[in-house]
């Protein structure tokens, strides 16, 4: 299946590849120093352009990477969800980060599971983890949920 053409629905989500439409919500979302507290510290748009850049990357170069997580009700672009696995990485992830307006709505368990259930059933992951900040609480507390 064309990178393009990879789509997931949930009731309330759409998780598909990245792509440059994302940019706004996505270098609003890493400027935010709440959001990126535990993934890296806010960022420059320049220093958000070529993250975003990298993910597409990750997505053509590997056939997989965090989804763009989308409210499918309006369109809009509320975080990054999905499978991850870098050179080095401890192991196969599905990571999460969704931006402080929509937490606690359970948009980040609604599209976890759904990108589980791609990493084991399309990608054929038989181990995923979750490489969390010990001090966040509201991850831990998910992967919790998520039995992992």
């Keep these: 299946m064309a990178v393009d053409d990879i789509r997931i629905e949930t009731e309330r989500l759409i998780l598909r ?9 996505w ?6 120093a709440q959001t990126m507290t535990y993934i890296g510290g ?20 590997r056939g997989y990477g965090m989804f ?6 309006s369109g809009q672009w ?3 969800i999905g499978p ?8 196969t992830e599905v990571g999460w980060a969704v931006a402080p307006a929509f937490a606690g709505k359970g948009y980040a368990l609604e599209a976890a599971v759904a990108s589980m259930n791609y990493a084991v059933d ?10 969390i900040d010990p001090a966040n609480i509201a991850s831990i507390k998910l992967a919790e949920r998520l039995r992992v």
């Design 17 to 25: 590849p990245p792509n440059g439409d994302d940019f706004e919500g």
């Design 78 to 80: 509320i975080g990054r």
């Design 122 to 131: 399309v990608l054929g992951w038989d181990d995923i983890c979750h490489t």
């Design 68 to 73: 763009s997580l989308i409210l499918k009700d």
């Design 27 to 32: 270098a609003a979302f890493q400027a935010d």
């Design 84 to 91: 991850w696995y870098p050179d080095g990485w401890p192991g």
């Design 42 to 61: 806010a960022k420059s748009r320049a220093e958000s352009w070529r993250d975003l850049c990298a993910m597409v990357g990750a997505w053509r170069v």
